[in-house]
């Protein structure tokens, strides 16, 4: 009888290779915060991750470092630190790295809208 851990569909790939390959952020009801998926190739070596949100202006709005992940499936819950009505489109860019961020290994970005207030 043959047990397997891994799905043979998901096998562990080397460092070179590994890509973030979904990227999804949706804004809870509460209008602050933001659901984010974060799923990278599935890794022998741990890789570190930065997300970092940038309000239309480019301004950084929130960041979050992931240092060495043990999942190539991730959930953030990242809030909005805003002092003023939170509408408005965002922009969640994530990059993959190992050693170093200077060259990234892998970067993706998208954009959110936080509705108005009532819609």
Excluded: C
């Excluded at 043959?2 to 070179?16: M, R, S, T, W």
């Amino acid at each position: 009888m043959n047990i397997e851990f891994v799905d043979p569909n998901q096998v562990p790939q080397p460092k070179h290779k590994i890509r973030i390959i979904g990227l999804q952020a949706i804004p809870y009801p509460d209008r602050r915060r933001v659901w984010v998926e974060v799923k990278v190739t599935p890794f022998q070596e741990r890789p570190n991750l930065l997300l970092v949100v940038y309000n239309r202006d480019g301004f950084i709005i929130n960041e979050l470092s992931v240092i060495e992940t043990m999942h190539a499936n991730m959930e953030f819950t990242i809030h909005i630190r805003t002092p003023s009505d939170p509408a408005g489109e965002y922009e969640l860019a994530v990059e993959l790295f190992y050693e170093t961020r200077n060259p990234t290994q892998d970067r993706q970005s998208i954009v959110f809208t936080i509705p108005n207030e009532g819609e």
